[in-house]
């Protein structure tokens, strides 16, 4: 069993999709620890490392955090690792995507990129996994699913953004899950069945 040290509960049912079967996963929530992680650090790595920490450090158990953002080119990698807080501190999603919107408005290159870092405590030593994923980013929203900048990014490869994507079509090309395969195959290689 592997703590997902997020309360994220879009991000713990995409993980939950992709490890069914292969690895059981549980939440904080699932795991009764309720605590705010701190996202303090300027880049994706440091805080994906201080939110697994933060959890192992409580628990003393393997698991493994995700830190994520999205890196627009023509505003220098902006939103970033700011993702989640791009308008405000107490950002809703829409008002993240509509600030994003609004500083591409009239800007001819709209790519992008996802990028997830997974950061995995294992035995209490670090492995960390990174998963890309480059696209577009549309002038409008299209499509009602998923969460933050879903509704705006198109990924190379479709023409739908990812908000108009059932969860297995999203995972098809998702950042989280390029990171979350190479977590997989890691586990596999350490023997993972071993280990517990
Ligand atoms: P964090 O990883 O919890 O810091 O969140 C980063 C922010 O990036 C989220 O709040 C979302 O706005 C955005 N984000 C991360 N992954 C995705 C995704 O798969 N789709 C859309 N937005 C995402």
């Given at each position: 069993m592997l703590i997902f040290a997020t309360n994220n509960q879009n991000k713990v049912d995409e993980i939950k999709s992709i490890l069914t079967g292969l690895i059981d996963v549980c939440s904080l929530r699932e795991a009764n620890i309720d605590i705010d992680i701190?996202?303090?650090?300027?880049?994706l790595e440091e805080n994906a490392t201080e939110k697994s920490r933060t959890i192992f450090n409580i628990t003393g158990k393997d698991c493994f955090s995700e830190d994520a953002g999205l890196e627009v080119i023509a505003l220098n990698g902006?939103?970033?690792?700011k993702s989640a807080r791009y308008?405000?501190?107490?950002?809703l999603y829409k008002n993240n995507t509509d600030k994003l919107l609004h500083q591409l408005?009239?800007?001819?290159?709209r790519e992008a990129q996802f990028k997830t870092i997974i950061s995995l405590m294992l035995g209490g030593k670090e492995y960390q996994f990174q998963g890309l994923c480059k696209g577009i980013i549309t002038t409008q929203e299209f499509g009602?699913?998923?969460?933050?900048y879903d509704a705006v990014f198109i990924p190379e490869g479709?023409?739908?953004?990812f908000a108009e994507m059932t969860m297995e079509e999203k995972n098809k090309f998702s950042h989280r899950k390029k990171a979350v395969a190479k977590l997989i195959s890691f586990l596999k290689d350490k023997k993972w069945e071993e280990l517990n």
């Open positions: 701190p996202e303090p650090h300027d880049t902006e939103p970033g690792v308008a405000s501190e107490e950002a408005n009239g800007v001819q290159n009602e699913n998923g969460f933050g479709s023409n739908k953004t």
